[in-house]
């Protein structure tokens, strides 16, 4: 089975600086696909970045980036410059790209509160 | 707009009960999913449906019931038989395998059911 761990429960940074967010995985599937998602107050699963198992190069959306280490299992997420609508929960996620199923269920981790402090 | 909803935001029930929410989408996804958080837990999946009128139990479906009649809703009723059912309970769908998107799941805003 696979099993997804974020070992920071809660993580603050002042405003305008940069945090890393951990995430570490386990696996023995090849072929997978890794999430990062924003749980803000409001409480609205936000998809902030997704990264291809496949793929070497580490995902990036505008401030937000990963550092995706395969042989160590490691997901890791930056937010650059951060801003108040940053204060979250996050959570990290994980799917094998089995063809086989009729859809790909996801493992969560068990989130990381981050608090963007003024 | 396409999307999730979920009805209602928050819910009240008498222990004893059982109560049904609701989960609608209009995004043609084939596959649906109930998760439900607590604090601390992260996100634990109870039931999920590949197509209309089938569904398989995730990893705390005890308790628990869904149907899928229609490819647009996926209703969850908590039973009484759920021993701790308090919790927030979140709805997603994701398109078919193949399809751009499909490892990604797109979620609904979520309904807080209170039990007392």
């Known amino acids: 089975a696979q099993t997804v761990t974020q070992s920071q429960p809660e993580m603050s940074v002042q405003e305008a600086e940069t945090v890393t967010l951990s995430c570490t995985y386990d696996?023995?599937?090849?072929?997978?696909?890794l999430f990062w998602y924003k749980q803000p107050p409001s409480r609205q699963m936000i998809l902030v970045i997704r990264?291809?198992?496949?793929?070497?190069q580490n995902a990036t959306e505008n401030r937000f980036s990963v550092n995706f280490q395969k042989a160590a299992k490691s997901f890791s997420l930056k937010i650059s410059d951060s801003q108040l609508g940053d204060t979250a929960m996050y959570f990290c996620a994980f799917t094998t790209a089995y063809s086989g199923a009729g859809s790909y269920q996801l493992t969560f981790g068990k989130g990381t509160k981050l608090s963007v402090i003024p | 707009d396409g999307g999730i909803t979920q009805s209602p935001k928050y819910l009240f029930r008498k222990e004893g009960q059982n109560v049904t929410l609701s989960c609608e989408q209009n995004?043609?996804?084939?596959?649906m999913y109930w998760y439900r958080q607590d604090p601390g837990q992260g996100l634990r999946l109870i039931y999920y449906?590949?197509?209309?009128?089938?569904?398989q139990k995730g990893d705390i479906a005890e308790g628990y019931s869904v149907s899928r009649e229609k490819k647009e809703s996926f209703p969850l009723t908590v039973t009484s038989a759920q021993k701790n059912p308090t919790a927030f309970y979140l709805c997603a769908s994701s398109p078919p395998p193949g399809t751009s998107g499909s490892y990604e799941q797109y979620f609904g805003p979520g309904t807080r059911l209170t039990v007392t």
């Open positions: 995004l043609n996804h084939d596959a």
């Open positions: 990264q291809e198992a496949y793929k070497q």
């Open positions: 696996t023995s599937e090849s072929n997978y696909y």
């Open positions: 449906s590949q197509i209309v009128n089938d569904f």
